[in-house]
């Protein structure tokens, strides 16, 4: 992993850091400047990952700040951009805190104001499904009291993958444009399962040493695995 800066090691951690490099790998690869918006970005999003200056969206901001990360506060189905406005639109483990009917807006909006690529990552599957609810009760039992992420996943459920990548087609389709989808698979079921029960417990110290599987990010994306990332790219782009 490609360091941003000592100042921002303190905001990076394995989970985050897996759900965000392969994009972050993705947008270097051309090696040109982008203009990026996040959306769902809580405070940092993909700030601490790629050490660009990024737009980010959300209904609500934590207590992080930096001067690098231009917020705005929006809702995901009505951004308030003008069309093709950013060069790469991103939303990472957001789309299954949308309720199911407001989803196709949110894939809408996502296309409507990207001009080369949008970046969807989100979890999906009966894997992941068990999962959430496995720790959702583990949670609860540990803490007392429930965590809203795992409320959220349960209440609304996990996008399905036909589903985003239909509604994908008939966004673009209805705007004119044509795309093209690449999916992959990111972070093994096995290996989340290890960092939720880590993150959990507490076991801070542990945790932190994990970030060491970062370098070895590639292997870990193989089998049964938690979340998926499209990558909807504009032809001509």
Known sequence: MKPCGKGLLKYQHTDSALRY???????????????ILEIGAGGLGIYPYLGEKIYAVDVSFDSIRN?????????????????KTFDIVIAVD????????????VIRELLRVAIK????????GPYAEA??????QYYMSKKGTSFH???????????DKAFVEERIMEAAKNMGRRVKISKSNNVNILLRNLLMFLW???YNTIYHYT??????RRWLNMGKCYRSIFVVQFDGQ
């Open 21 to 35: 490099l392969p994009i972050v790998d993705d947008i270097r690869s051309s090696g040109q400047k982008n203009k």
């Open 67 to 83: 001067d690098q990360v231009l917020m705005v506060s929006s809702n995901a189905q009505t951004l308030p951009f003008k069309d």
């Open 94 to 105: 957001m789309l299954e805190h949308i309720p199911p009917l407001l989803r196709m807006n």
């Open 117 to 124: 690529k949008v970046y969807i990552a989100f979890p999906s």
């Open 131 to 136: 999962h959430d609810r496995k720790y959702h």
């Open 149 to 159: 992420f795992f409320e959220e996943h349960l209440e609304y459920g996990l996008p």
């Open 200 to 202: 959990i417990n507490n």
């Open 211 to 216: 970030m060491v599987l970062c370098s070895i």
